[in-house]
Every structure is written in structure tokens, then in C-alpha cells.
């Protein structure tokens, strides 16, 4: 068996989230074995290109989802032409529209990949993934998820159960996000933050990761300790709506919005503590990496257990207060310990071997 070619339907590509997952493992799989191309949504607002032509493999630009009477004919069409014998799609429930496009060109292996759940108060959202659910196996040949959760969500209790859903770990370049007191001191230097206490985050600026409390919870901790600053790693469409609130708090000067960045191995180390307050998440992987950084790791009780990679990382509900919050953040702790068995399950030369087996086999199905 030569190269297998596999179309990987990624959505839109925002430089975070599903397609950072896929892209790491894209750099880190055997290109002798395995090679990916690049399905994106048209309105994408970064797509790295030049790197992934780099690595051998190709970008196709196609309607957003939005226009399916364009989106489904374009896919049919390209999956056709390129004669895939494996698509992979991560885009949660609306995999069920590229997948049956693939199934009208014949593609033989058709996986759902899904990577998130839902929450109440984003209800347009969770109209569509509601009504979608029901169908992610109709047109799927195999299931996958990045946690136990996320498959128990979409595909249910029992396939998880059985076995029916792969597991595979949104992993991580160990070497990259090791404690690195030299690189900490760097960065810290670099946004004149030496002398500060320093709350991180990083995550798309939406209604999932609640950066909106955040910012309150910041203004509880800055009461206690006016040399606080907090540093938001990330872009969305929340944006203005927290440089206003910011503002109105008074906080302008003590919180960074540092924008989509390529260096955030290096910003977790400059942190003092990492706060993930989201509403929902199928895994939470900013999480997992800020604490093999060794920061201080306090999330909601709305992300996986499987993102809990320390003892002393901290998981509150969202229904206690933002005092609450900053009390239990401003409690001192020593630098994180990785549980024993975790460093394996999130090296990414390791999980990138598995999913390398996944698609050979697959493959000869």
C-alpha cells in the first residue's frame, strides 16, 4: 500500500481550536505513509498555506457550510476528482453534510471526528447541533472524538461503551511546553510585566469560553492585589464587547489583549496561574498545555476530567461568584506535577503513530 491521501474537512480555519489539533498532528505524522489535504471554508480568516505545502499536502477553498446547495456540489465534485479513499471531517455535527457528500462519491472510509458538546444560552447553536445529532452515524463509517465526553455526546453512551469510538488525544510537542524559568523571565520582560502577577488565558474571545466573567473575576483578584494583570491570548467576535467592559471596570491598563499569536509556549510560561472559566468544551486542550508548562491550572467544572492533568489543578462551578473565583486563584501553589502515566497519552509522536495505524487499517477495510 502506498501513500494514503486523506481529505480532511477542518471548516473554518480561525489560526485555534479544531485546526491547531489537526495540524500538529499533520506535522508530526509519517509523510511517507500518510498525507492530508485541507478542506476550508471560503471565510476562513487564516490558512496556513505555505506550511502545508510545505509538508506535501494541499488546500481547497469551498463554500461555507452555510450554502449547501454550493458546499455539497463542490465536495461531491472534489472528492470525486481526487479519488480519496478516506475523509475525515471535524466539523462536530455538521460532519453529516461532507460525509454524505463523500458517501455520493464513493469514498469508502468516512470519519466523524467530533471535538465539542454544547451548553444553554447559545441557542441558534444549539438548534442546529441538536438537530444534527441524530444523524452523525448515518453516513459516518467510523467515529472519533478527543475525549470519552465529546463521543458520549454525539455518539452516544452505548458506542462509547462498545467500542465503537476512537479515542484520540489531542497531543501535544512535549519538548515545546516544559517549565522554562529562562524563557519565562524572556517573555515577561519582553510585555513589562516582570514585577506582576500574571492570570492567563487563552482562547477564541466567544460566548463558549466565558471570557466575560473572566474579566470579572480579574476585578475581584486586582481588589487583592493591585499589581495584577490578566493576559488574553486570542481573537473572536466578543472582542469590543470586553474592551468595553474592561473599560468600564476601570482595568483598561492591567489587562493585555494580546490577539491570535504563533509563540503561546512561550506565553504560558510567563503566567502565574491559567484560568479556563468556559461554558462547554469536548476537551479543553489550552488547559492540558498551560499545565505541562507547569502553571497553575484552575478550570470550570464544564470542561473534561480528561483536561485535568495535575493533582492541583482546580475545577470550580459556575455557579459560585467571581469572588469565589479569585479567592480560590489567589491561594498559593507550587508549580504543577503531571500525573504518571499522562505524558504518554498526550505525546503527539506517540499518538501520531496510532492515528497513522488508524488510517492504514482503515484503509484496508
Known amino acids: 500500500m502506498g501513500c494514503i491521501r486523506i481529505a480532511h474537512v477542518v471548516g473554518k480555519m480561525v489560526n485555534g481550536g479544531v485546526e491547531a489539533v489537526v495540524m500538529i498532528y499533520y506535522r508530526h505524522i509519517d509523510h511517507s505513509k500518510v498525507q492530508f489535504d485541507f478542506i476550508v471554508d471560503e471565510d476562513s480568516t487564516y490558512i496556513p498555506h505555505e506550511e502545508i505545502e510545505s509538508l506535501g499536502g494541499c488546500v481547497y477553498i469551498v463554500p461555507p457550510y452555510q450554502k449547501l446547495n454550493k458546499y455539497i ?12 479513499k478516506i475523509v475525515h471531517s ?15 462519491a464513493g469514498v469508502p472510509v468516512r470519519i466523524a471526528h467530533n471535538h465539542s458538546t454544547a451548553a ?7 438548534i442546529l447541533k441538536y438537530t444534527l445529532r441524530p444523524f452523525a452515524k448515518v453516513y459516518a463509517t467510523h467515529y472519533a472524538a478527543c475525549s470519552r465526553y465529546a463521543g458520549e455526546w454525539l455518539f452516544g453512551k452505548r458506542s462509547m461503551g462498545c467500542g465503537e469510538v476512537t479515542i484520540f488525544n ?25 514585577n506582576k502577577f500574571v492570570v492567563g488565558h ?22 487583592k492585589n493591585p499589581y495584577a494583570v490578566l493576559m488574553l491570548v486570542g481573537d473572536g467576535p466578543n472582542k469590543e464587547m470586553l474592551t468595553k467592559k474592561a473599560s468600564k471596570l476601570y482595568l ?7 490577539g491570535n499569536r504563533n509563540d503561546v509556549s512561550r506565553l504560558y510560561q510567563a503566567m502565574d496561574v491559567f484560568v479556563f472559566p468556559s461554558r462547554y468544551e469536548g476537551l479543553g486542550m ?27 489543578t482546580l475545577s470550580l462551578s459556575l455557579t459560585r461568584s467571581a469572588k469565589e473565583w479569585a479567592d480560590n486563584i489567589l491561594q ?9 502515566g499522562m505524558y504518554a497519552k498526550y505525546d503527539i509522536s506517540k499518538e501520531a503513530i496510532k492515528l497513522t495505524s488508524y488510517y492504514i487499517e482503515a484503509a484496508r477495510q
Not at 90 to 101: C, E
Not at 252 to 258: D, N, P, V
Request: hydrophobic share 35%; aromatic share 8%; with cysteine.
Open 73 to 84: 456540489p463542490t465536495l461531491i465534485k472534489l472528492f470525486k476528482e481526487n479519488q480519496y
Open 90 to 104: 471535524h466539523i462536530n455535527t455538521l460532519s453529516v453534510f461532507p460525509l454524505y457528500a463523500a458517501k455520493k
Open 120 to 126: 444553554p444560552g447559545e441557542w441558534k447553536k444549539n
Open 170 to 194: 489531542n497531543a501535544i510537542d512535549l519538548d515545546k511546553f516544559m517549565h522554562n524559568e529562562n524563557v519565562r523571565n524572556e517573555v515577561r520582560k519582553e510585555l513589562e510585566i516582570e
Open 202 to 223: 487563552v482562547g477564541r474571545l466567544c460566548y463558549q469560553k466565558n471570557q466575560e466573567f473572566l474579566i470579572d473575576v480579574f476585578g475581584e483578584i486586582h481588589k
Open 252 to 258: 483598561t491598563k492591567q489587562i493585555l489583549f494580546l
Open 286 to 312: 489550552v488547559a492540558v498545555e498551560a499545565q505541562f508548562c507547569g502553571v497553575r491550572t484552575v478550570i470550570s467544572s464544564k470542561v473534561p476530567d480528561d483536561a485535568k492533568v495535575s493533582d492541583s
Open 332 to 340: 498559593k501553589s507550587s508549580i504543577e506535577r503531571i500525573n504518571n
